[in-house]
């Protein structure tokens, strides 16, 4: 059952923006999503959801993933809220700190397919092992 999640048309022009604007970090990372290259998803970028807007998101899977640069240094407070709202729709947030994606993309894909692996039956994925731990 896939669930409904309000979206904000307000919020569609700054989404576009946001694509076109995109940080080295989550052009990296988007080169690796884009094409349901990761293990089947179908994943979205600068995707509004409620009043938000994740980095990506995949709604078969509920799961946004956020790349947290600089200017999420002085918003934790913001950044808690925003997943706490995020979270009571139903969406499961993985946060990557910029320069890990920047040098350590190979690391982040593999958290990220462990995470989708340990959340999706095993009969509609591509065999693969996750190791515990990060990477």
Same mark, same amino acid.
């Given at each position: 059952?896939?669930?409904?999640?309000?979206?904000?048309?307000?919020?569609?022009?700054? !989404?576009?923006?946001?694509?076109?604007?995109?940080?080295?970090?989550?052009?990296?990372?988007?080169?690796?999503?884009?094409?349901?290259?990761?293990?089947? %998803?179908?994943?979205?970028?600068?995707?509004?959801?409620?009043?938000?807007?994740?980095?990506?998101?995949? %709604?078969?899977?509920?799961? !946004?993933?956020?790349?947290?640069?600089?200017? %999420?240094?002085?918003?934790? !407070?913001?950044?808690?809220?925003?997943?706490?709202?995020?979270?009571?729709?139903?969406?499961?947030?993985?946060?990557?700190?910029? !320069?890990?994606?920047?040098?350590?993309?190979?690391?982040?894909?593999?958290?990220?397919?462990?995470?989708?692996?340990?959340?999706?039956?095993?009969?509609?994925?591509?065999?693969?092992?996750? %190791?515990?731990?990060?990477?």
């Amino acid at each position: 059952m896939r669930r409904i999640i309000p979206y904000n048309q307000k919020l569609k022009q700054l !989404a576009r923006q946001l694509r076109n604007n995109s940080t080295l970090a989550e052009v990296l990372l988007w080169q690796r999503l884009k094409g349901r290259q990761m293990l089947g %998803h179908d994943f979205h970028r600068q995707k509004p959801l409620g009043n938000y807007i994740v980095d990506f998101f995949c %709604h078969e899977l509920m799961l !946004a993933i956020e790349v947290d640069g600089s200017s %999420h240094n002085d918003k934790l !407070a913001q950044d808690d809220r925003r997943q706490r709202e995020l979270e009571a729709m139903g969406v499961t947030v993985i946060r990557f700190v910029d !320069a890990d994606v920047k040098t350590n993309l190979s690391g982040v894909v593999q958290q990220i397919e462990c995470w989708i692996r340990e959340h999706t039956p095993q009969s509609s994925l591509k065999r693969g092992i996750c %190791h515990s731990g990060r990477s």
